[in-house]
Nanobody, 123 residues
Framework: VQLQASGGGLVQAGGSLSLSCAAT????????LGWFRQAPGKERDFVSA????????YYADSVKGRFSMFRDNAKSTVYLQMASLKPEDTAVYYC?????????????????WGQGTLVTVSS
């Protein structure tokens, strides 16, 4: 199984950025997908999650209304669209896939992780 995150970069505050995460080696549609982020010197925190087909999409309070997550099962890819970015959004963003995921906001619930992509928001 491999998750390949991409799309990170440098953006000014107030700008937008779109991340993607392509998965191989798993039955993508059966997995809950999550995005987490880790700022320098901090824990890896939950950002967003989307359940398998027919399930819901969830966001951390800090990104609600600014970030949008969606999945394309045909392409085995999950996306995170980020708008109105703030300097505090600066972090390495990781995608993750979990099969038996009850608590979508817990790192331990996920089976596979991507390598991370760096997002830097300048003020």
């Amino acid at each position: 199984v491999q998750l390949q995150a991409s799309g990170g970069g440098l953006v000014q505050a107030g700008g937008s950025l779109s991340l993607s995460c392509a998965a191989t080696g798993l039955t993508f549609s059966r997995y809950t997908l999550g995005w987490f982020r880790q700022a320098p010197g901090k824990e890896r925190d939950f950002v967003s999650a989307i359940r398998r087909a027919g399930g819901g999409t969830y966001y951390a309070d800090s990104v609600k209304g600014r970030f949008s997550m969606f999945r394309d099962n045909a392409k085995s890819t999950v996306y995170l669209q980020m708008a109105s970015l703030k300097p505090e959004d600066t972090a390495v963003y990781y995608c993750a896939a979990g099969y038996y995921t009850n608590r979508y906001d817990l790192k331990s619930e996920y089976d596979y992780w991507g390598q991370g992509t760096l997002v830097t928001v300048s003020s």
